[in-house]
């Protein structure tokens, strides 16, 4: 069982989870709680004991030197930590992961058990996967719900993916064995360019959660650092003739598929994460 350090009660927190590996093309959806540990001053609360779920000749320990100059071994690993952002009406509890080589309905099993004990009433699972999508158009998140009214609101795309899935899929499916509501967001990166980070995948995360939480999330760097990768393989586009065709053709199979009243929905909700990051300070 995962010890949980001793916490203040929480208020109806959510549990926002990202998994390191094969859900998280470009470490996208990591980098959101990685981010949101940083700007909402996240504390670990939880560690979950590696040794039962990773293969360690696949997940390798890392040494290195800590503050004092000793060296240290950090084994890989899967924390929960809490937040409370400013001007939420939820707390939030976060989860910050790898996944398993091994045990994954234990592990899921043990992260929930953790989560319940925190008090958790929503789960949403963050992940990013390898797609037929041009850079120079806004990164497509695709979702799933397990309650028609989370849908509804958020007005999700539903994926119709069938085939191998990740522990995010198993992480969502034990959800809803255990009648825990559960969202999941997934971003499509661009797989010419298929090499961590991509900023505007994770900006792409960042706006999904705004509307789910009905916050502004501060973004400190991501918006300079999202254009800065796409000027970037703007070059790479014009150096090589062969990924620019290939580029101009997903641009044109993307405008000419994408229905008129959807990109109307997307920009207006973007509008509105703009009026909200204005009137916040964070824009």
């Given at each position: 069982?995962?010890?949980?350090?001793?916490?203040?009660?929480?208020?109806?927190?959510?549990?926002?989870?990202?998994?390191?590996?094969?859900?998280?093309?470009?470490?996208?959806?990591?980098?959101?709680?990685?981010?949101?540990?940083?700007?909402?001053?996240?504390?670990?609360?939880?560690?979950?004991?590696?040794?039962?779920?990773?293969?360690?000749?696949?997940?390798?320990?890392?040494?290195?030197?800590?503050?004092?100059?000793?060296?240290?071994?950090?084994?890989?690993?899967?924390?929960?930590?809490?937040?409370?952002?400013?001007?939420?009406?939820?707390?939030?509890?976060?989860?910050?992961?790898?996944?398993?080589?091994?045990?994954?309905?234990?592990?899921?099993?043990?992260?929930?058990?953790?989560?319940d004990e925190l008090g958790t009433q929503l789960v949403v699972t963050l992940a990013a996967l390898l797609a037929?999508?041009?850079?120079?158009?806004?990164?497509?998140?695709?979702?799933?719900?397990?309650?028609?009214?989370?849908?509804?609101?958020?007005?999700?795309?539903?994926?119709?993916?069938?085939?191998?899935?990740?522990?995010?899929?198993?992480?969502?499916?034990?959800?809803?064995?255990?009648?825990?509501?559960?969202?999941?967001?997934?971003?499509?990166?661009?797989?010419?360019?298929?090499?961590?980070?991509?900023?505007?995948?994770?900006?792409?995360?960042?706006?999904?959660?705004?509307?789910?939480?009905?916050?502004?999330?501060?973004?400190?760097?991501?918006?300079?650092?999202?254009?800065?990768?796409?000027?970037?393989?703007?070059?790479?586009?014009?150096?090589?003739?062969?990924?620019?065709?290939?580029?101009?053709?997903?641009?044109?199979?993307?405008?000419?598929?994408?229905?008129?009243?959807?990109?109307?929905?997307?920009?207006?909700?973007e509008f509105e994460r703009y009026l909200k990051r204005r009137d916040t300070g964070d824009g």
């Amino acid at each position: 069982m995962i010890e949980i350090d001793e916490v203040p009660d929480l208020d109806s927190p959510i549990l926002i989870a990202a998994f390191e590996g094969w859900n998280d093309a470009a470490d996208a959806a990591s980098s959101v709680i990685d981010h949101l540990m940083r700007v909402w001053d996240a504390e670990v609360v939880a560690t979950i004991d590696p040794e039962d779920f990773y293969d360690f000749q696949m997940n390798r320990p890392v040494v290195g030197s800590d503050d004092s100059g000793m060296r240290r071994i950090t084994w890989p690993s899967t924390q929960l930590a809490v937040a409370r952002p400013p001007g939420a009406q939820r707390d939030i509890v976060l989860l910050r992961g790898i996944e398993p080589n091994m045990r994954w309905r234990q592990f899921c099993a043990e992260l929930l058990a953790a989560s319940d004990e925190l008090g958790t009433q929503l789960v949403v699972t963050l992940a990013a996967l390898l797609a037929d999508t041009p850079h120079t158009r806004p990164i497509p998140v695709t979702g799933t719900a397990t309650e028609p009214e989370l849908v509804d609101r958020l007005k999700l795309e539903q994926s119709n993916y069938e085939g191998p899935t990740g522990i995010v899929g198993v992480f969502q499916d034990a959800c809803t064995q255990m009648d825990i509501p559960a969202v999941s967001f997934w971003a499509a990166v661009p797989h010419y360019v298929a090499q961590p980070p991509c900023p505007k995948a994770t900006l792409a995360l960042i706006g999904q959660l705004e509307d789910l939480l009905d916050i502004s999330i501060p973004l400190a760097d991501l918006p300079e650092e999202g254009k800065a990768w796409e000027r970037g393989v703007d070059e790479l586009a014009e150096e090589d003739d062969e990924i620019g065709d290939y580029v101009r053709a997903l641009e044109e199979t993307r405008d000419t598929a994408e229905l008129p009243e959807a990109s109307g929905e997307a920009i207006a909700r973007e509008f509105e994460r703009y009026l909200k990051r204005r009137d916040t300070g964070d824009g």
